[in-house]
């Protein structure tokens, strides 16, 4: 008997909900956009029914992160995209929508879902006319492999196909890659600090390497984090902690503005909404971060 295979909700309540008054689009910095979208190497994954989950624990939360209330500057939370027609009309149509958003000079949070995500974040704010900026990866795999399994859409993918749109990318706490992923972070001058030194040295804070755009777009595997903090089937030892990620965050953001993030491979657990509310807790404090350094 073949194992059913996980399906999205349809609806689910905005980030924060009745805590906050809703905000019109035109009147909301922060657009959290639900993205569903699962290539074929999760199918069987729970990643699907992570947006839902994350703007369900969402719910639960104070508005103020402990520094400031960055719900004031309004959060509008979007219909979830859809994600189905294959991978990609899926991306074309997630980039449709975070190009949308980019064009009114808004700050769109791309909840997923797979890893491929990001390709089409980018993408999207290619396609907005969105110039010199960067991308910071926080993740434990490089995903600068040119093909999986001879797929170009796949997660493991989604890195090379961003240095091939010629955006540069600065990648932190990657602890899991091959040979080939060595040789493409060389040839496409990927900078980097891996989790073997940011996590044995207790690193807090970052510098950006000296030529990297003073724009950039904020990517989190969930895969970045020890798992300890985010538990995943994919999880590799070794990874950043919750404090660490926050700190490093808030160093970046004092170096360049950040113009948009996501946040992707999530797993949620039945039974354990504990998860469900660290990612909510986490997109809500960048969001504070983001406010205090850019609004």
Not at 60 to 86: F, M, Q, Y
Not at 87 to 105: P, Y
């Given at each position: 008997m073949s194992t059913p295979k996980p399906k999205a909700q349809s609806s689910a309540p905005a980030f924060l909900g009745g805590a906050v008054k809703p905000a019109k689009p035109a009147d909301a910095f922060f657009h959290v956009v639900p993205v569903p979208f699962v290539g074929e190497r999760h199918k069987q994954s729970t990643m699907a029914t992570a947006p839902d989950a994350v703007l369900q624990a969402?719910?639960?939360?104070?508005?103020?992160?402990?520094?400031?209330?960055?719900?004031?500057?309004?959060?509008?939370?979007?219909?979830?995209?859809?994600?189905?027609?294959?991978?990609?009309?899926?991306?074309?149509?997630?980039?449709?929508?975070?190009?949308?958003?980019?064009?009114?000079?808004?700050?769109?949070?791309?909840?997923?879902?797979?890893?491929?995500?990001t390709y089409a974040m980018v993408k999207g704010l290619l396609d907005a006319g969105v110039e010199n900026f960067g991308v910071i990866q926080i993740d434990a795999q490089a995903d600068l492999k040119d093909k999986d399994d001879g797929e170009q859409w796949s997660e493991a993918c989604v890195m090379k196909r961003i240095v091939d749109e010629d955006v540069p990318l600065f990648q932190l706490g990657v602890r899991s890659f091959s040979k080939e992923e060595a040789d493409a972070r060389r040839v496409n001058g990927v900078k980097f600090y891996d989790a073997d030194w940011l996590v044995s040295r207790n690193v807090q804070k970052v510098e950006l390497p000296g030529e990297f755009p003073d724009k950039v777009f904020l990517s989190i595997d969930v895969d970045g984090f020890d798992a300890s903090v985010f538990p995943s089937p994919t999880s590799v030892p070794g990874g950043l902690g919750w404090w660490q990620v926050l700190s490093i965050i808030e160093s970046i953001s004092q170096q360049a503005d950040i113009i948009g993030m996501d946040f992707t491979e999530f797993n949620p657990v039945a039974g354990k909404p504990v998860h469900d509310t660290t990612a909510a807790l986490l997109l809500y404090r960048i969001m504070g971060i983001v406010e205090r350094s850019r609004l």
């Open positions: 969402s719910q639960n939360l104070e508005t103020w992160d402990g520094r400031s209330n960055p719900s004031r500057h309004g959060i509008h939370t979007h219909a979830a995209v859809d994600c189905k027609g294959g991978a990609e009309k899926a991306l074309q149509k997630i980039a449709g929508e975070i190009s949308a958003i980019a064009k009114q000079n808004k700050f769109a949070i791309g909840l997923g879902g797979d890893g491929m995500i």
